[in-house]
């Protein structure tokens, strides 16, 4: 169990630029979810995959946003046309569904965005 | 909707000295409660959960939480703190039904002073 990994651990760009996250989850988590953490706050939900599926996405994550987890393995977060309110942590999450009420989810430590 | 709210966004406290951080919630359904731990650099850890029965939860390091539904909050409490323990703590709830999408109150930065 190599834990959930996130990549890149830090990145800045300019107001404008296209940025891509990428989350590789824990081998064979068949959920994969994606979390917001702006300064002070707690983590807000953003969408969710079981395997390959999205399911749900927040109202957070606005037209700029897009996620994907093409193979139900990695997943990738882009965010278009960077605006500063998108600095963030961004979080992702996986678990493997044992049941009702059973879910445990394990965190990545994030990728830390800043918008210039 | 489901709210949480953590009444103190600050808690220092001497080494050995017990603690208690504060959470209330608020859900028009039935939902499960959480605590989870950040560390500085690493990501949330799930210090301990609570889905039913009893209302008394224990989890790793040495914490424990009490559900109390009628007040609706769900606080975490340590008997003994360890300066290992300076993080940063959110409680958080899901409704039961369908996928664990988290809410989460802002947090409490616990400090423990030697």
């Known amino acids: 169990d190599t834990g959930v990994s996130q990549d890149p651990r830090h990145k800045i760009t300019k107001r404008g630029q296209n940025v891509t996250f990428r989350c590789d989850p824990i081998s064979e988590h068949n959920r994969l979810y994606w979390y917001r953490q702006t300064l002070g706050q707690g983590p807000e939900f953003l969408t969710y995959f079981q395997n390959e599926a999205q399911l749900e996405k927040s109202r957070l994550l606005s037209d700029r946003f897009s996620a994907e987890r093409p193979k139900g393995s990695f997943s990738t977060l882009e965010i278009q046309r960077t605006e500063q309110g998108d600095s963030a942590m961004y979080l992702c999450?996986?678990?493997?569904?044992?049941?009702?009420?059973?879910?445990?989810?394990?965190f990545g430590s994030g990728t830390q965005l800043s918008v210039l | 909707a489901q709210s949480v709210t953590q009444l103190d966004s600050q808690v220092p406290v001497f080494e050995e000295a017990p603690v208690e951080l504060r959470c209330n919630y608020s859900?028009?359904?039935?939902?499960?409660l959480f605590w989870y731990v950040q560390y500085p650099n690493q990501g949330l850890q799930l210090l301990l959960k609570y889905l039913s029965g009893s209302t008394l939860v224990k989890g790793i390091n040495g914490f424990e939480a009490e559900f109390n539904k009628s007040q609706t909050s769900f606080h975490l409490r340590k008997p003994s703190v360890h300066i290992s323990d300076t993080a940063e703590y959110f409680c958080?709830?899901?409704?039961?039904?369908?996928?664990?999408?988290?809410?989460f109150g802002q947090g409490t930065r616990l400090t423990i002073n030697p």
């Open positions: 999450a996986s678990s493997s569904l044992a049941g009702r009420g059973d879910e445990k989810l394990f």
């Open positions: 859900s028009s359904v039935s939902v499960y």
């Open positions: 958080a709830v899901s409704v039961i039904q369908g996928a664990q999408k988290l809410v």
